[in-house]
């Protein structure tokens, strides 16, 4: 199974790189695959797997796949799954 992590792009590093806030944690990614990166696409939001960004996405799936990644692992036990139940 893979996973991809939504981040927000931060800044443009070159053509290619840009740094992407992933739940705090900055890194530089891989952006050849959405076209290069661009001074437009700064505060926009993407899936990351591997180092590359993969998909743009809305800020709304962005934070909900956050925050549901941290309910997984632990890291947020203010809302479960059972929660949600009729």
Known sequence: MCIAI?????????ENTATVDMGGICRDVNMALMGGANESMLGKHFLVHVGYAISEI?????????RLLKIMAGLDETDSFESESP
């Open 6 to 14: 939504p981040g927000k792009i931060k800044a443009i590093v070159n």
């Open 58 to 66: 809305s800020e709304e799936e962005s934070e909900e796949t956050m």
